[in-house]
C-alpha cells in the first residue's frame, strides 16, 4: 500500500530564516509602500474597458444574495436563535475583525498611510489576524503584489486575467469565471504557494512584533471564534448560548468579513466609477464603500495607496477613516496621510477628459 506523504503545514519565515535572502540585488527589486503610482504620459487617452451590463448584475447578486441570506436567518430565528445578545455579539466581532483588516492589515501595515504606538501596532495586528484571512505579513505581500501589478498578469486576483486564460475575458462566461477567480478562486487555487516575502514585505519582516503575531494567527483566529461562545455561554448561563455566542459571533461573522473583503476584489475591479486615473480597472462602489467599512472607494485607493483615507468626497463615508482620525485626536495614531487638493486635481479623470 502507497504510503501518502503529508505535507508539513507552511511555516512563516522569520526574521532568521530570511534574513540572508533580504538583500535586494537592485533597490527597485523591493515595493516601496510609501510612494504613490506616477501618472503615465498617456493619461488623457486612458480608457477603461467597458464591462458588460449583465455581468455587474451577476456580480452584484453574487456579493449581495449571500449576504441576504444571512440577514433572513438571523430574522427568521428572532427570539429562536438570534436576539439582542447575539446581534451585539456579531456588530462588536464585525468592528473588531473587519477594522483589524481595513484599519490594521491594510492602511497601517501594507500602506504605511499613518502611525502608531507598539501597544496600537500590536492591536491591529491581533485585531486583524482574528479576521482569518490568514498571517499578517503573507496578507500583506499578496496586497503589496496586487498593488504593483494591478489587473496585469501578476496580479494574484484580479477578474481580468484568469491563469488558465491568457486574453482578457470577453464573453459573459469569461467574465464570470474571471470574477470568482477575483473573489475566492485566486486563493483557493494557489493554497500552497507563498508570496515573495523578502520582495514585498521587508519592511515588516524587520519587526519581532510582527513576525511574532504573523506565527500566532491561529491562536488568534480561535480566540475570535471561542470568544463570544464563552460570552454567550455565561451571559445566558447555558450550552446553547455557547452555540449561538460562537455561532453569531464567530461562524457568520467570519463569513461576513470573509466575503465583504473578497467582494472589494472582484466588485471593485468591475463596477464603479473611476473618478482618478490609476493604471488598472479599479472602481469606486458606494455600496461595497458602505459594507467594506470604506474600502469600496478602491480607485482611489489605487490612485492614491499611500492615503489614510480612501473616501475622499464629504459624501463618501469611509468608516475606517473615521476611526483612524478620530484615535489622532487623542495620540494614538498620527502621521495620517491624505493627498493634497493638488495631487487629487492631478490624477482627476475630469481633467484627463
Ligand atoms: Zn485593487
Ligand atoms: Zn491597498
Known amino acids: 500500500m502507497t504510503q501518502i506523504p503529508l505535507n508539513p503545514p507552511s511555516a512563516i519565515p522569520t526574521i532568521q530564516t530570511l534574513t540572508p535572502t533580504i538583500k535586494p540585488t537592485a533597490t527597485d527589486d523591493v515595493f516601496d509602500p510609501t510612494v504613490d503610482p506616477v501618472i503615465p504620459e498617456n493619461v488623457a487617452t486612458y480608457v477603461p ?31 429562536l ?6 446581534l451585539t455579539m456579531f456588530f462588536v466581532m464585525y468592528a473588531i475583525t473587519g477594522l483589524g483588516i481595513t484599519v490594521g492589515y491594510h492602511r497601517l501595515f501594507t500602506h504605511k498611510s499613518f502611525s502608531t504606538s507598539r501597544a496600537g501596532t500590536w492591536f491591529w495586528a491581533v485585531a486583524g489576524s482574528m479576521a482569518g484571512e490568514g498571517q499578517l505579513l503573507e496578507w500583506c505581500a499578496w496586497h503589496r503584489k496586487h498593488h504593483s501589478h494591478s489587473d496585469g498578469e501578476d496580479d494574484p486576483h484580479s477578474p481580468h486575467h484568469h491563469p488558465d486564460d491568457g486574453e482578457l475575458p470577453q464573453t459573459f462566461a469569461g467574465f464570470v469565471k474571471g470574477f ?48 463570544p461562545a464563552v460570552i454567550g455561554g455565561v451571559v445566558t448561563n447555558s450550552w446553547t448560548g455557547a452555540l449561538l455566542g460562537f455561532l453569531w459571533g464567530g461562524a457568520v461573522r467570519l463569513f461576513w468579513v470573509h466575503h465583504v473583503t473578497w467582494s472589494v476584489n472582484s466588485v471593485c475591479h468591475i463596477w464603479g466609477a473611476k473618478e482618478f486615473v490609476s493604471h488598472d480597472e479599479s472602481r469606486n ?43 489622532s485626536y487623542v495620540g494614538l495614531t498620527w502621521d495620517v496621510k491624505v493627498p493634497s487638493k493638488e495631487r487629487q486635481l492631478a490624477k482627476s479623470t475630469k481633467k484627463a477628459a
Open 49 to 79: 474597458r467597458k464591462i458588460p451590463r449583465s455581468l455587474q448584475l451577476f456580480n452584484l447578486l453574487g456579493v449581495i444574495l449571500p449576504a441576504l441570506a444571512v440577514v433572513a436567518a438571523a430574522i427568521a430565528t428572532w427570539q
Open 81 to 86: 436563535g438570534f436576539g439582542w445578545l447575539y
Open 180 to 227: 470568482y477567480h477575483a473573489h475566492m478562486g485566486w486563493f483557493i487555487r494557489n493554497s500552497e504557494e507563498e508570496p515573495n516575502y523578502a520582495r514585498y514585505v521587508p519592511d515588516l519582516m524587520k519587526d519581532p512584533l510582527l513576525v511574532a503575531v504573523a506565527n500566532q494567527w491561529r491562536f488568534w483566529v480561535l480566540t475570535g471564534l471561542i470568544a
Open 285 to 327: 462602489n458606494p455600496v461595497m464603500g458602505i459594507l467594506a467599512l470604506g474600502e469600496g472607494w478602491h480607485n482611489t485607493h489605487h490612485a492614491f495607496p499611500t492615503s489614510a483615507r480612501h473616501g475622499l468626497r464629504w459624501w463618501q463615508f469611509d468608516l475606517s477613516y473615521v476611526v483612524i482620525k478620530s484615535l
